[in-house]
């Protein structure tokens, strides 16, 4: 990238004057911004009052502060500042020294002066290629916090994780970011870190107001002490902080605002501005995203319940049947510790598992008494319709074996494919033994409910042959560990996934 001199401010540092003025004048000759001081201390004055100082170039012995301490002055307020040392033979050695402390290079004088334009443009050049270096690993870095957070469906992490990375990478003593709800103006605060807001009280209010300015104007705030007064919000109080405002909009959709605000001169800069703009823009996009995936998979989980329920009208003895086994299949999965893409397959595949019930003909579905063997061959086509059905709907193919499976014996003596151990999917043996435990302790058309211990006997001596030992063992022992009671309560399932890909 091309330098412009006009946009490096360099600070002449000596206490001989006509030597300050042979620098400035060269160096302004070249196009550059020149300040002066006479020694170290009058250099921190001057730096204290203009921030965006490049380059200092320093002599190193001077009164009341020289050049190696000022130079550890500014290495211990981490400010970015290049420095260029001019030593006379005398004090080779500090200057030496002052290399090691992170001076850019040294001068030995008497120099010529073209000799200190030829450093200073290799200054200049190191310095912006470092500055370009430390751009693009910083845009690359959020690049990949970006599409990171692209992938994620669920809103809550999203906003939580996009405040995480904002507070590592700006370094800010509070941020706040708000959301906008519905079509309403207010915003509303998302996640609020940091200690500002509770050592200044009235902060937050105005805050608030001014992000959502920013969000109606799509504008973005950069203020200081300097122009703070200039909003109406602030322009009766004093204004110590540094505050960036950054709207968030997401193919001109009105979705919030981020705040960053740093105490103690620690100044946002415009390169920052930009950094968060292209942060939030992406943020956005995924907040809107997953506010879409939500609604889509609150109508999903509708219809799916939708299809259960239909079946439960046929069906009159099994009504709330395929939920139960959903959430019992869940609790047996958490007691198993199975990873949430499992929990919310069982979930799915536990409501849709008798699906297939629906082209059973309801004399054989409500018969008050057992099935004959000609109706029980009938019955038992239900997982293949479910199949049928079920393999229209591309989102629900990882369900499919579960559901078609889930009246196999690990003997093989099941349906509808009499497999064995071996080939029937793990989450189909899950269901198979909360589907039976929960048919076995409800009312059937053709009996009552069992006492939950009758049914926990039926599971053990099945055990090995028609349901696998270790989950029958897993069941009973989270049943009597909980009591059958609390069983059956409603329990905190997870966000679903595979239904999200409907
Ligand atoms: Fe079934």
Known sequence: MEIKNESIKILVVDDEESLREICKDALRDEGYQVLQAEDGQ??????AANEDIDMIISDLRMPVMNGLELL????NKKLDIDFLVMTGFATIETAVECMKKGAADYLPKPFNINHLLVKVSKVVRDRSARMDRARLSNIVRMLNLSNALNSQLDLKSICYEFVLQVQRN?????????MRRDDRTALTKSVVRGRLFREDPDL???????????LEKNKSFLLDPSNASDEPVFSDQEFPYSMLIVPLLSQMKKVGAIVLLRKDKKFFTTDEV????????HVATAIQNAKMYSRIRDQNINIIRSYAKAVEAKDYYTKGHSERVALYAVKLGGFLRLDSEEMDLLYTAGVLHDIGKIGIPDHILNKPSKLDDEEFEVMKSHPAIARDILSQVWSLKEILPIVYHHHERIDGKGYPEGIGDGQVPFLAKVISVVDAFEAMTS?????????????????????????ETDLVEKWVKLVSDEGFESIQQDIDVKPFKLMDKL
């Open 42 to 47: 009058n250099a921190l004055e001057v730096i």
């Open 72 to 75: 550890e002055q500014i290495r």
């Open 170 to 178: 700006f370094l800010p003593d509070s941020a706040v970011l708000f």
């Open 204 to 214: 937050f209010s105005k805050v608030q107001k001014l992000a959502e300015e920013s």
């Open 274 to 281: 930009q950094l968060l703009s292209v942060f939030a823009a």
């Open 443 to 467: 009312d059937r058309a053709y009996r009552k409910a069992l006492p939950w211990e009758k049914a926990r006997d039926i599971l053990l001596s099945g055990s090995g042959s028609q349901w």
